[in-house]
């Protein structure tokens, strides 16, 4: 069945530090690629999504990067800022399934 | 307000009860999906309707239930509860948009306290 991996699990940067996070899938047929963040208490949002018939997506200081052959994807945030703080969680779906499948999150932690 | 509605905010309840979650999606949005989020863990897929029909299930107790409604609202039904089941239980919805894309939009949440 699908499965989406993520790491780390936690992840602590100085402020404007970059931070990575990791995610590999399992189903090659996967080829929509969401980012969601989570703040403390509140309801994950999207970020960032990807298509795989892109290889990398930029928005201000977040970008996401899709190797289809490794069958895995990145989130990158750079010039990191306090309110960066929160859970990530990577997803795959199939187009037109609407069936997501999360990773098991990330807790990242920007100190000042 | 991401459009969907869940009730209730909280709930606690004993060991061995019933309780019924209820969600209502955004206007037009045919998918709706359950996951559960335990303290400090990742959002486990339970189960996925469309349109009124279960079209995808994860790890889904058999104590847990759900349906879709013809108004496209769900309920998530919990029965025998354990203390082990206390979590944060959201639902979201989707639409598959221009290109296929399926972005999912979560509500508030139910935080279930068994004790």
């Known amino acids: 069945g699908e499965n989406v991996e993520q790491h780390p699990s936690t992840l602590s940067v100085q402020e404007g530090d970059s931070a990575v996070i990791k995610c590999t899938y399992s189903d090659s047929a996967s080829n929509y690629f969401p980012w969601y963040k989570q703040e403390l208490g509140k309801r994950p949002q999207l970020i960032i999504d990807i298509r795989s018939n892109v290889g990398e997506k930029k928005d201000q200081r977040i970008a996401v990067t899709l190797n289809k052959t490794a069958k895995h994807f990145s989130l990158h945030i750079t010039e990191t800022q306090p309110e960066d703080s929160a859970v990530y969680f990577c997803?795959?779906?199939?187009?037109?399934?609407?069936?997501?499948?999360f990773g098991t999150g990330t807790r990242l932690q920007v100190f000042p | 307000d991401s459009g969907v509605t869940q009730t209730p905010k909280h709930l606690i309840t004993a060991t061995g009860q019933r309780v019924t979650l209820r969600c209502s999606p955004r206007s037009g949005d045919l998918s709706v999906y359950w996951y559960q989020q335990s303290l400090d863990q990742g959002l486990q897929f339970l189960i996925q309707y469309y349109n009124g029909e279960e079209r995808a299930k994860g790890n889904i107790l058999e104590r847990f239930s759900a349906q879709q409604f013809p108004d496209l609202h769900s309920e998530l039904n919990l029965s025998s509860l354990e203390l082990g089941d206390s979590a944060l239980y959201f639902c979201?919805?989707?639409?598959?948009?221009?290109?296929?894309?399926?972005?999912?939009?979560f509500g508030q949440g139910t935080r279930l306290t068994v004790v």
């Open positions: 997803a795959a779906s199939l187009r037109n399934t609407d069936k997501l499948i």
């Open positions: 979201a919805s989707s639409v598959v948009g221009t290109g296929g894309n399926t972005e999912a939009f």
